[in-house]
Nanobody
Framework: QVHLAESGGGLVQPGGSLGLSCAVSGLTSDNFVIGWFRQAPGKEREGVGHISFRDDSTYYEDSVKGRFTISRDSAKKMVYLQMTNLRPEDSADYYC?????????????????????WGQGTQVSVSS
């Protein structure tokens, strides 16, 4: 049984930084990717980026490239999303997700419907 649990959300001022964590359990190999998605009220869930446990490759959406960084601790089965220079439009519920993949991280994995396993989400609010 795959289980993911996010933590670290909260309120931050524009221009500030915040880190999210995702604890992963139940995966039996390194042939998977862990992704971060977000969903603002009234909007569809959108990809933020993801990381491959197979080769450590990463992919970021243009909206966060250069501001957000995804990293992992394989031994602890933890994935992190470090967010800097936050903007009000980054406010959303953030989710981590897991899916089996034998490919490096790539843009085709940005579609939320392709991901099978999801955490419960954590809220990020960027406001002054």
């Amino acid at each position: 049984q795959v289980h993911l649990a996010e933590s670290g959300g909260g309120l931050v001022q524009p221009g500030g930084s915040l880190g999210l964590s995702c604890a992963v359990s139940g995966l039996t190999s390194d042939n998977f990717v862990i992704g971060w998605f977000r969903q603002a009220p009234g909007k569809e869930r959108e990809g933020v980026g993801h990381i491959s446990f197979r080769d450590d490759s990463t992919y970021y959406e243009d909206s966060v490239k250069g501001r957000f960084t995804i990293s992992r601790d394989s031994a602890k089965k933890m994935v992190y999303l470090q967010m800097t220079n936050l903007r009000p439009e980054d406010s959303a519920d953030y989710y981590c997700a897991a899916e089996v993949s034998y490919s490096p991280a790539n843009r085709f994995m940005s579609v939320a419907a392709l991901w099978q396993h999801w955490g419960q989400g954590t809220q990020v609010s960027v406001s002054s």
